[in-house]
């Protein structure tokens, strides 16, 4: 399957007829039930005594199967689908990636009873990842490190979007009924309206909306994909899956996830040699580094920025005074999700708690700036939506200001 990477630019999205090929829907559909009655089993296991007897089954508003956590060989085909190229493939060319891999696994589910509508939202935290304005120039000035799809299984309507507004920030607008009434259509929204085996792909910057979450049957497949080797550093690095769960399933299978694992520890590697340029204060071997991460020669600020959060989490996990926290403590005080909390957790191992220090200072100034620009115009940073305004780089200060900034 082909495509043109400018439409994802332009409009933040793609529609494509059936990514599933026909002839494996119904295949594809009796192997996910499978796993989602095994999840159903897990979630009834699991359930605090305060819940009812389905767990989370019956009280999430959209329970998600992340489908990797309950395939066997049996089900195989679950998986592979997520590497043919309708999926991995055409992630790949909008990426514009030598390489791509697989971050995200999961089914979105109908739940038992109606839910209603959910909010309004974008899949970017700009206070914990970098500047809306700024990573949205870097995609549309490079290509996007990073898309999402939803494929349905059946026909599905519940996806709503703003065309265009994966290139810029929230109108006033906008930013007014995010606040007031982020349940309800927004000017400018469009259903997506998809028949079984189509799918969306879309860039996470997009506006975006699960309108109704009622009992008709839903199953719909979410994937996430990063790219390995395309032209900017991907804002999602980590990688919601461990590679043990790929033992039961066919070697070529198996063989994917272990290249993804590997071409992710290749770029780890390259992210420590960047730091320690850095610690050294080797200007050369850092923009040697950093041109490696992002090849894209505009927007590579973006990246210096990205990797200033791993600088702060590392930082935070290598304290003394967070060392004896619980696992939970720790993921809070880092601010990460799980997913990506393992990955920071095990990059932290490469380095000393006196490097860690030495980090931090290195990158004081631009911390400093940043967290200047938030204070200045995000009033709650603990809110979604007042996180949106986080919109702009640091004014006046480059690469090049950076590299200065360590004397």
């Not at 982020?182 to 975006?208: N, R, S």
């Amino acid at each position: 399957m082909k495509v043109n990477p400018q439409q994802l630019l332009d409009h933040g999205f793609i529609i494509l007829l059936q990514v599933i090929p026909p002839d494996q829907l119904d295949a594809l559909r009796a192997s996910f039930e499978v796993l989602v009655d095994r999840q159903k089993s897990v979630w009834r296991r699991e359930r605090k005594p305060e819940d009812p007897p389905g767990g989370t089954w019956e009280t999430a508003a959209q329970p998600r199967v992340f489908f990797n956590e309950v395939v066997d060989e049996t089900t195989a085909d679950t998986v592979e689908f997520c590497l043919h190229e309708n999926t991995l493939g055409v992630s790949q060319q909008l990426m514009r990636s030598s390489n791509a891999a697989v971050t995200l696994m999961a089914l979105m589910c109908s739940p038992p009873r109606d839910h209603g509508p959910a909010s309004w939202h974008r899949d970017v935290n700009p206070v914990a990842q970098a500047p809306l304005r700024g990573m949205q120039m870097d995609m549309l000035a490079n290509a996007p490190g990073y898309v999402q799809w939803n494929i349905p299984l059946y026909d599905d309507s519940v996806f709503w979007v703003v065309p265009g507004s994966h290139s810029r920030p929230n109108t006033e607008e906008e930013h007014q009924h995010l606040l007031t009434n982020p349940q309800q259509p927004m000017p400018g929204g469009t259903p997506i309206e998809l028949k079984a085996g189509d799918g969306i792909v879309y860039t996470h910057f997009l506006l975006h909306w699960g309108s109704n979450y009622s009992t008709k049957l839903r199953r719909t497949v979410h994937l996430g994909y990063r790219a390995l080797g395309g032209p900017v550093f991907p804002v999602v690095n980590a990688h919601g899956w461990e590679l043990e769960f790929t033992n039961s399933l066919p070697r070529r299978i198996r063989d994917r996830f272990r290249e993804f694992a590997r071409l992710y520890q290749e770029q780890c590697d390259v992210v420590e040699s960047t730091l320690r340029a850095v610690l050294k204060g080797d200007r050369t071997a850092f923009m040697n580094g950093l041109e490696t991460l992002h090849p894209g020669n505009e927007g590579r600020m973006v990246c210096v920025v990205f990797l200033s959060k791993w600088v702060d989490k590392l930082h935070t996990l290598k304290s003394r005074e967070n060392a004896n926290l619980s696992l939970e403590e720790q993921i809070k005080a880092t601010g990460e999700h799980r997913i990506g909390f393992h990955a920071i957790k095990d990059f932290a191992q490469r380095f000393s708690e006196e490097e860690a220090n030495q980090l931090r200072e290195r990158f004081s100034i631009l911390f400093e700036k940043i967290e200047a620009e938030i204070e200045r115009c995000v009033v709650d940073r603990t809110s979604r939506v007042m996180r949106y305004r986080l919109t702009e780089m640091p004014a006046g200060f480059d690469v090049e200001d950076f590299i200065q900034s360590w004397k």
